[in-house]
């Protein structure tokens, strides 16, 4: 995930964006971390960028969208606000962070 991605969860989190689990968006103003993130290009999130299994807990694939695998940093997102319940906060410091794409 890029730091652009990461300001765009801590900044949800310092407007009091209501946090949904299972859907990206309601229309009422609620996200889940990766629908909040949807407004931003792959390329300006990173999330496409590979992962093998979860490093928190090893899990390969999520429990909440029943065996879909987390092979990329979105899927990793959406296996840390479901599956974890993470906090948009806490998504943002759990996530890894590209230097590179810091630098950009
Ligand atoms: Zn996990």
Request: charged share 20%.
């Amino acid at each position: 995930m890029t730091r652009a991605a990461r300001e765009a969860l801590i900044q949800a989190a310092l407007d009091g964006v209501p946090q949904l689990i299972g859907r990206l968006f309601d229309g009422r103003g609620g996200y889940c971390a990766l629908g909040v993130l949807e407004k931003l290009s792959d390329e300006q999130t990173g999330l496409s960028t590979p992962v093998n299994a979860c490093p928190i807990c090893g899990a390969t694939e999520e429990t909440y969208h029943n065996g879909y695998e987390i092979r990329n940093e979105g899927a990793l997102l959406v296996h840390y606000n479901n599956d974890h319940l993470f906090d948009f906060l806490t998504c943002a410091n759990k996530m890894p962070v590209s230097e590179e794409a810091a630098d950009a």
